[in-house]
């Protein structure tokens, strides 16, 4: 069974401390990857599309990088705005127009100032 | 730019009742979705629409019903509520020739069924 899982559940930083967040994935033949960010009471927001494993995508403190099996998310020199919780989905071979979208569930990323 | 406007934002149904949930674009998208994400189990899409005039069923349809009114309204409709459709719904959108596959969600509307 197609799986995505996310780890750690939820990572607490020191502003500053650089870290990363990890999704796995267990879909063959992917058709992308993405990650979403999600604050507290609102609806997720699009990040990052990485289609290709080496594939390197960046924007301001966040990196994503993809291989065969994840992708890392790489938050350098964190800020307090950057808590949220941070959601990995995989678009599967078969499925086509999102409507298959496997979602993990999540890492909850809480940055201390 | 709006974006994807949902309402009502909260709503606390009595076993049985019946509601819907509206969802508007304004980014003249043509796909549009409803989810509903629960604790421990992710985002799990209930129904969607690729264009105007057509709906198909997602992962979790049952006791739903959804009207793609125009290009712009998507409404998912509870015809008899029941304590496990409590969740947050979201509804999102998406373009026809976004290269990227990407999402754009609302607010999301928290449903609470006594």
């Known amino acids: 069974e197609d799986q995505v899982t996310q780890s750690p559940e939820a990572l607490r930083l020191q502003e500053g401390e650089s870290s990363s967040l990890n999704c796995s994935y267990t879909v063959s033949g992917l058709r992308g990857l993405f990650w979403y960010r999600q604050d507290p009471g609102k609806g997720p927001e699009f990040l990052f599309t990485l289609y290709s494993a080496g594939e390197e995508k960046e924007k301001e403190r966040l990196k994503a990088t993809l291989t065969k099996k994840e992708s890392f998310l790489h938050i350098t020199a964190p800020k307090p705005e950057d808590s949220a919780t941070y959601l990995c989905a995989v678009h599967p071979p078969n499925a086509g127009n999102n409507r298959k979208l496997i979602w993990g569930l999540g890492t909850s990323l809480a940055v201390n100032p | 730019n709006a974006g994807v406007t949902q309402t009502p934002k909260f709503q606390v149904l009595k076993t049985g009742q019946s509601m819907t949930l509206q969802c508007a674009q304004d980014m003249n998208h043509n796909s549009m979705y409803w989810y509903r994400q629960d604790p421990g189990m992710g985002l799990r899409l209930i129904y969607y629409s690729a264009s105007e005039g057509t709906t198909d069923k997602g992962e979790v349809p049952n006791g739903y019903n959804v009207s793609r009114l125009n290009k712009r309204e998507f409404s998912l409709r509870l015809e008899s509520a029941a304590p496990s459709q409590t969740s947050v719904y979201f509804c999102?959108?998406?373009?026809?020739?976004?290269?990227?596959?990407?999402?754009?969600f609302g607010a999301g509307s928290r449903l609470t069924v006594l």
């Open positions: 999102a959108s998406r373009p026809v020739n976004a290269g990227a596959n990407v999402l754009t």
